[in-house]
């Protein structure tokens, strides 16, 4: 969409703005241009009657306006205000595509909602990515899910339907989730009495579907090692991987986890140790919300990997029947 955009000719006249159709597939009226002053805009039209009480965000890179346009529709209208912060914009209007592509033409007023609380989420991920880095074991743990979906996810789905499968970023409970299979993907630094640490009681409850737990060991290695990969390093290979049409989804998740390129983030490279895949089932130490009493609840806790041994399943057992 980033060259498409790109491509739009400022129009000369005062007032008027060239604008195409984002994607002739969507549900939503959805549109990229660019205005007299050359401003890159993004537009939706939609059944909206109450744009005067509508909550809009503010932004210092961009405005958010909703406009009426007459017989009971508004124009909901983001405009860019300086061209260096185009890539976010780009990537935060295709997030706002995504997030309503399953609605229907008749659910454009509910798109538009959706598509402004987007907005919203975008400000305070981008907020959140420029105010702190990731802590060590936030980093060790986005190494470990770039790693499984370079290896794993990327060769056997293709990186399309792989990186729909990633929901790590956004925080929910699981990492990934593969035709109704989940997978858990646990990274820690190789250690002789290492531990699985689990974040809620629902994580590993298989009343949500079949859970496989990926534990991945990695070792710390100076970079000047061939084998060694920083976390910059890592994004930045897999990017060059993947077909464009891939890399925009690529790019949104990588917001959402929290990174940007850094130069803190070259200070350390990884090697990957081990991969192990266990099956959470029967008897698989681990905490239910069943288990605990009634007001009992975000329930932090660790597995001893030795314990999980006995549940030990092979790649081609755990992929077996997934992926077609």
């Given amino acids: 969409m980033l060259s498409e955009w790109e491509a739009i000719v400022t129009p000369s006249d005062p007032g008027s703005c060239n604008v195409l159709l984002a994607d002739s597939s969507h549900p939503l009226d959805f549109r990229i241009g660019r205005d007299f002053r050359g401003r890159f805009v993004f537009q939706l039209d939609a059944e909206c009657q109450e744009h005067a009480a509508l909550d809009l965000p503010k932004m210092s890179a961009m405005t958010c306006e909703v406009e009426p346009t007459g017989n009971g529709y508004s124009r909901f209208v983001l405009s860019l205000r300086h061209t260096a912060d185009l890539r976010n914009f780009a990537l935060m209007c295709k997030s706002l595509m995504l997030a309503t592509d399953k609605l229907t033409p008749a659910q454009s007023r509910e798109g538009l909602l959706q598509a402004i609380e987007e907005v919203f989420r975008w400000q305070e991920m981008l907020r959140r990515r420029a105010e702190r880095l990731l802590s060590k074991s936030e980093r ?10 370079r290896d794993i996810l990327g060769h056997q789905l293709g990186w399309n339907a792989a990186i729909k499968c990633w929901n790590g970023p956004n925080g929910h409970e699981q990492d990934f989730v593969v035709a109704g299979s ?11 009495d290492r531990r699985i640490r689990i ?3 629902d994580q590993l409850d298989p009343v949500q579907g079949r859970i496989f737990l990926c534990n991945q060991g990695v070792a710390p290695l100076p970079s000047i090692d061939p084998a060694a990969r920083t976390l910059n390093l890592l994004v930045s290979e897999i990017r060059d991987s993947m077909p464009k049409t891939s890399v925009e989804l690529f790019d949104i998740a990588l917001v959402e986890a929290g ?9 350390e490279s990884w090697l990957l140790v081990d991969r192990t895949y266990y099956e959470v089932c029967r008897e698989f130490p681990r ?16 597995i001893r990997v ?8 092979s790649a081609d057992d755990v992929f077996e029947g997934i992926i077609q």
């Fill in 140 to 149: 060790i743990g986005l190494v470990g899910e770039l790693l499984f979906l």
């Fill in 182 to 192: 989940i997978f858990e993907v646990k990274t820690q630094v190789v250690t002789a």
């Fill in 199 to 201: 974040s809620s009681e």
């Fill in 259 to 267: 990174y940007e390129i850094r130069q803190e983030y070259d200070e």
């Fill in 287 to 302: 905490i239910e919300r069943s288990d605990l009493r009634p007001g009992v609840e975000m329930v932090k806790y660790s």
């Fill in 306 to 313: 030795s314990d999980c041994v006995p549940f030990t399943v």
